[in-house]
């Protein structure tokens, strides 16, 4: 199991990594989620012992990491560019890390080829890197990093260099794979709805800290402060003094609140013309935009008077621009923001 | 990074050890020399440089003719460069791989083609007196400022060439079909867009060219003689010939100075030269018009009679005799029939060349591919060494010889008797041309794969074995090349400190050039056609292992 405490970092000044504390529990996948620059590889750099000049603890076991080099982890990691070793085949690329712990030729050729099949490459042992392309890279570089039998498995957005409908297909396989092998590993990326599709619980960072470590069912139901909700996507985030519709929330649902409180109207809690809930707060509005996205559709609604906008999915139909409708508000959807 | 620990460091102080003793220190004892000749301060040689009209005249020659061969070349250069990266034709990348030969030949290699083809006794004056029976020689071109200045051209014509292409090629014709669409005819793109967006291409190829030949020496010594010594001559004239020591010193000092000017202006114009190039499609396009065909065979037929014609002229000279193939030129190296010139056979100094490029190939090789290492490091350090190391490059190989004699003729080092002073002299001439072949292939191996390696368990030392070295090899192999063809052709420095034993091929070239002996004159050709031929299968060695990317020149 690996634990870091009380991490911090800094680059000549600018700090990247902020006390930050966090478990995988054995066979766990864990995703750091972020923007670029909020300290997500730094953190993957330094438990990878690629960095060493930072504060705080990286335990493996309860073992302290801090004097072992990089070579002397038996971590894998993988990178976005996949790093592949352009002058060597596929072969002695899956090789590499076994030669450097010295197992005997044919223990690697067998464990080679156990890998090659494992990802789906059976035949490509004697391919040159250079005639690849990205998706088999990707899973060449998987397993180069998953062959050694690491500990610790780290992945730097793996996905990050191939183009979307790839994307999509190679996380669903990823998850699979990582957890056929039963390992522990850590993913960096900054796409959500790839965080959601593999990790089992989510680390969303902003400016070197964790603000929140949830399962991926939680963290989309319960973003905790506006940065987060930003970063998942969300937009409809007021505060309760904002306007006569914003005060009627609070008033109906949670009058404990201030004016000066942040909150998030979550988009599945939002219904189009369903007049009559009793449940729900019903506001009269105009449909700005209408964007057809396939299963839903993407609807702005501005509601006139207090100059706001909520956006919602519609999965009957998309609606027309201009025409007037009703937005109905219900108790689940407010979520308090920190 | 890579050489961690405290070895790493041992290792990088061999080629600063190496530039401490061999570059520094003789540069500190040119300035000793130059400005307390007898132990104090004393300004009279650098006083009686800037006041004598004779030593300002040297200066501004050198200037001058460095500005018309710039000028020329550019000229030259600037349409073939059009023609290049504007229209698509057979053979046309090997014309441009071809057309850079001159760079790895030697000085003295070049001036004896040149004198083949138009000197005196050249090709061109014979098939003159034979067409119209003269008898006198009608082209007199030894001894002029023309024929350096057209030697100057030949050796820097491909390096403006390529610059331009290359930049040109870059920039794509987007702008161009732009300017023609709101209505620019053929005049006004040329003015407004073609030149305009060449222009920091011009300037670079403008310093390089410059540069080049304001250090030129040994076509200058062969071809010109002291009538028109630029400074580089001066010096050794001053040095060797009236043992005027203070004199080239200061005469040094004052070409470092220019040439350290000379090479912050390149590096700065180099600068913006790659920043400035943009994403552009290929822009070439195939011959069509009667008009384009003879554009495109005007400049080929341009390029091989500037670059082969003198080339083709020396090999004919030395083996042709009447038109009829004839060795005796070779078979007469083995003789040393002017004792009082030469001290040992001329196929002596073939083999004395062979050695010393080796040993210089070695070493350039290991301080080359250490100071690589050392820049692409991280940190402080490769900052400061970066310029550092390549000092050597913007000093000429004359104030470098010169700088030999001056401070390792007494203890504590005392090499002057010694051969070993030829690869050494060699080394530094040679190693900042294996690191410019190194360093990039170096540079382009990605952080991330070094890491990948090291999480695999890589120690230092199985990344560099695994990773590094394979992946630079090419780089080293051209680095290594360029180290031999630059050692073995090597002059500048030579004359200065080679002995009468441990003469190279171009020192006895010069000697026998400056023989009036007909025998003589033959055996410089066969000599040259032999270095000729040493630096030619190195240039094709270079050009082979070139990978799109490796070399910086």
Redesign the interface.
């Known amino acids: 199991m690996l634990q870091l405490k009380d991490l911090s970092h800094a680059y000549d000044e600018a700090v990247s990594l902020r006390n930050v504390n966090l478990r995988v529990a054995k066979d766990e996948i864990v995703c750091l989620l972020g923007p670029s620059g909020c300290g997500k590889t730094t953190l993957l750099r330094i438990v990878a012992g690629l960095i060493s000049d930072y504060e705080g603890d990286v335990l493996l076991d309860g073992r302290d990491l801090r004097r072992l080099a990089a070579h002397e982890r038996g971590f894998g990691l993988m990178f976005q560019d996949f790093a592949l070793f352009p002058h060597m085949s596929v072969s002695d690329n899956i090789a590499y890390g076994l030669r450097r712990r010295r197992m005997a030729p044919t223990d690697i050729a067998l464990r080679v080829e156990l890998m090659l099949d494992q990802v789906g490459l059976g035949a490509y042992g004697e391919r040159d890197i250079g005639t690849l392309s990205g998706g088999e890279q990707q899973r060449v570089a998987l397993a180069r990093s998953l062959a050694p039998e690491p500990n610790l498995l780290m992945l730097d957005e793996p996905l990050g260099s191939l183009d979307a409908l790839l994307r999509d297909k190679l996380a669903l396989e990823l998850r699979e794979i990582i957890k056929g092998t039963g390992l522990s590993a850590l993913y960096v990326t900054h796409d959500h709805r790839e965080a959601y599709a593999i990790a089992d619980r989510i680390a969303v960072m902003d400016r070197g800290t964790i603000r929140q470590l949830d399962r991926p069912f939680d963290l989309y139901h319960h973003p905790v402060d506006e940065n987060v909700a930003r970063f998942l996507g969300f937009s409809n985030i007021f505060q309760f003094g904002d306007n006569r519709f914003t005060r009627e929330l609070r008033c109906r649902f949670l009058p404990d609140a201030a004016d000066s409180d942040a909150f998030l109207i979550h988009p599945d809690g939002i219904e189009l013309d369903n007049v009559g809930d009793p449940a729900a707060i019903a506001h009269r509005g105009r449909i700005e935009s209408s964007v057809f996205r396939g299963e839903y559709s993407e609807v702005t609604i501005l509601l006139p008077q207090e100059g706001l906008r909520l956006r919602c999915k519609s999965r009957n139909g998309t609606p027309t621009v201009g025409r007037s409708v009703t937005v109905s508000v219900k108790s689940e959807a407010i979520r308090r923001l920190n | 990074m890579r050489l961690r620990g405290s070895y790493g460091y041992v290792v990088y102080l061999l080629p600063l050890t190496f530039l401490a003793l061999f570059y520094f220190y003789p540069l500190l004892a040119i300035l000793d020399i130059g400005l307390r000749p007898d132990g104090w301060l004393d300004l009279s040689a650098f006083l009686r440089l800037l006041s004598t009209d004779y030593y300002l005249g040297v200066f501004l020659f050198t200037l001058y003719q460095a500005t018309l061969s710039t000028a020329l070349t550019l000229f030259l250069a600037l349409p073939c460069a059009y023609v290049f990266s504007r229209y698509r034709f057979a053979g046309k990348s090997l014309l441009l791989s071809l057309a850079t030969l001159p760079f790895v030949l030697p000085t003295v290699v070049v001036a004896l083609a040149f004198m083949s083809l138009v000197g005196r006794r050249g090709l061109v004056n014979d098939l003159l007196m034979t067409l119209f029976s003269l008898d006198y020689t009608p082209v007199q071109l030894e001894r002029t400022l023309a024929i350096v200045i057209i030697v100057h051209v030949f050796y820097n014509f491909a390096i403006a060439l390529r610059i331009m292409t290359g930049y040109w090629s870059a920039q794509g014709i987007a702008a161009e079909e732009a300017a023609r669409v709101l209505g620019a005819d053929e005049w006004a793109l040329w003015r407004d867009i073609r030149l305009p967006l060449i222009q920091p291409a011009l300037l670079s190829a403008a310093a390089l060219v410059f540069m080049f030949t304001f250090t030129s020496f040994g076509v200058v010594l062969i071809l010109g003689g002291i009538r028109f010594a630029t400074l580089e001559v001066q010096i050794y004239y001053q040095a060797i010939s009236l043992f005027n020591l203070p004199m080239a010193g200061a005469l040094s000092l004052l070409q470092i100075v220019a040439m350290f000017a000379l090479m912050t202006a390149y590096t700065h114009l180099q600068r913006g030269l790659q920043s400035a190039i943009g994403a552009g499609k290929a822009v070439a396009r195939p011959v069509k018009s009667p008009r384009e065909r003879s554009l495109v065979w005007g400049v080929v037929i341009f390029i091989f009679a500037l670059l082969f014609t003198p080339l083709l002229a020396l090999v004919a000279r030395s083996a042709l005799n009447n038109g009829a193939l004839d060795m005796s030129n070779y078979a007469a190296l083995a003789e040393s029939s002017r004792g009082s010139l030469l001290f040992i056979a001329p196929i002596e100094a073939v083999a004395n060349s062979l050695r010393f490029a080796l040993i210089s190939t070695s070493m350039a090789l290991i301080i080359g591919m250490i100071a690589s290492f050392m820049i692409v490091g991280r940190g402080g350090l490769a900052r400061l060494v970066d310029p550092l190391l390549m000092l050597p490059l913007a000093t000429s190989a004359v104030t470098l010889g010169f700088g030999f004699i001056v401070a390792l003729d007494e203890p504590p080092l005392n090499l002057r008797a010694s051969w070993l002073i030829i690869p050494i002299s060699h080394t530094l001439v040679a190693f900042p041309f294996v690191v410019r072949s190194v360093l990039p292939s170096l540079r382009a191996i990605?952080s991330?794969?070094r890491?990948?390696?090291?999480?695999?368990?890589?120690?230092p030392f199985?990344l560099l074995r695994?990773?590094d070295l394979?992946?630079v090899s090419r780089g080293i192999a051209v680095g290594a090349t360029f180290a031999f063809t630059v050692s073995m052709g090597e002059f500048g420095a030579s004359l200065f400190v080679a002995q009468r034993e441990s003469v190279t091929i171009p020192v006895v070239i010069y000697r026998l050039i400056g023989d009036p002996g007909l025998a003589s004159y033959r055996q410089a050709l066969a000599m040259s056609v032999i270095l000729l031929l040493v630096c030619a299968l190195g240039f094709v060695m270079i050009e082979r292992l070139r990978v799109a990317g490796v070399g910086e020149f």
């Open positions: 990605p991330s794969v890491e990948a390696a090291q999480v695999l368990g890589a120690r199985d695994t990773i394979p992946l």
